[in-house]
């Protein structure tokens, strides 16, 4: 569904992704992992148009992301983006964030947007939260509705840059669990993460970047149980207890 092919990406003078190769399946979940720096969450970007790239390709559903292209917009419909921060509309309920882009952007029918949009607060676990504004919310509770946002638009993946990074930690599990019932409903799902539980348990693949290049690509159980490189090793090391990485 989502294909990249000798991705490059540059600030300047500073190479940010040298050569990405990279394929996800319809209905695969891939985390990527790495230090800070390494490239992630500008690779997300990339996919959902919000960046150019200077070489390479990225094809959504075999349509070429091209951020000054028209099709961008078809694009970003069918791959959502959910960042660290939620980005809610301050002056809207939670109800009212849901219903924003299937109405102004997809051009549905008000009533019919409302329902879904009810469908998915409820599927999120905030019925009860539904006419509550952003700032009366907790953080997990606002990323649970930015992610409701995200499904309104009825993509064919979604892609998470660090969703739980701005979290108090009592409320990332919440968040996760979302995560996980999407990923066991066959949601495809790139998602930049350091919760190696949550990798562990639910990705198909696992990612590893370091200055730009993915280092190391496998099974979660192959990459983050026995790591074949040297920089994987050391990253995981610094995560996780040392009897859970094979040196």
């Given at each position: 569904?989502?294909?990249i092919k000798?991705?490059?990406?540059?600030?300047?003078?500073t190479?940010?992704?040298?050569?990405?190769?990279?394929?996800?399946?319809?209905?695969?979940?891939?985390?990527l992992i790495?230090?800070?720096g390494?490239?992630?969450?500008?690779?997300?970007?990339?996919?959902?148009?919000?960046e150019?790239?200077?070489g390479?390709?990225i094809l959504?559903s075999s349509?070429?992301?091209?951020?000054?292209?028209?099709?961008?917009?078809e694009?970003?419909?069918?791959v959502?983006?959910?960042?660290?921060?939620?980005?809610?509309?301050p002056?809207?309920?939670?109800?009212?964030?849901?219903?924003?882009g299937?109405?102004?952007?997809?051009?549905e029918?008000?009533q019919?947007?409302?329902?879904?949009?009810?469908?998915?607060?409820?599927?999120?676990?905030?019925?009860?939260?539904?006419?509550?504004?952003?700032?009366?919310?907790?953080?997990?509770?606002?990323q649970?509705?930015?992610?409701a946002r995200?499904?309104?638009?009825?993509?064919?993946?979604i892609?998470?840059?660090?969703?739980?990074?701005?979290?108090?930690p009592?409320?990332?599990?919440?968040?996760?669990?979302?995560?996980?019932k999407?990923?066991?409903?066959?949601m495809?799902?790139?998602?930049?993460?350091?919760?190696m539980?949550?990798?562990?348990?639910?990705a198909?693949?696992?990612?590893?970047?370091?200055?730009?290049?993915?280092?190391?690509e496998?099974?979660?159980?192959?990459?983050?149980?026995?790591?074949?490189?040297?920089?994987?090793?050391d990253?995981?090391?610094?995560?996780?207890n040392t009897?859970?990485?094979?040196?």
């Open positions: 569904m989502i294909e000798a991705l490059r990406k540059s600030y300047g003078n190479c940010v992704l040298e050569g990405i190769d990279l394929q996800v399946n319809s209905g695969e979940v891939v985390c790495g230090p800070s390494s490239g992630k969450s500008t690779l997300l970007r990339c996919i959902n148009g919000l150019t790239y200077e390479g390709d959504v349509e070429r992301v091209d951020r000054h292209a028209k099709s961008i917009h694009i970003r419909t069918q959502a983006m959910v960042f660290q921060r939620f980005n809610l509309f002056h809207r309920t939670a109800l009212e964030n849901v219903m924003e299937p109405i102004y952007v997809k051009k029918n008000p019919e947007a409302r329902e879904h949009a009810r469908q998915l607060l409820e599927k999120v676990g905030l019925s009860h939260r539904i006419n509550a504004f952003p700032d009366e919310l907790s953080g997990g509770q606002q649970r509705v930015a992610i995200a499904l309104a638009m009825r993509p064919k993946a892609l998470f840059d660090e969703p739980t990074s701005a979290l108090d009592e409320l990332v599990g919440e968040v996760l669990a979302v995560m996980r999407l990923a066991d409903e066959g495809t799902m790139v998602v930049v993460t350091h919760e539980g949550f990798a562990r348990e639910v198909d693949k696992v990612c590893f970047l370091y200055g730009g290049r993915i280092v190391e496998g099974p979660a159980h192959e990459v983050l149980g026995a790591p074949k490189h040297a920089r994987t090793q990253f995981l090391r610094r995560l996780l009897d859970e990485v094979s040196a």
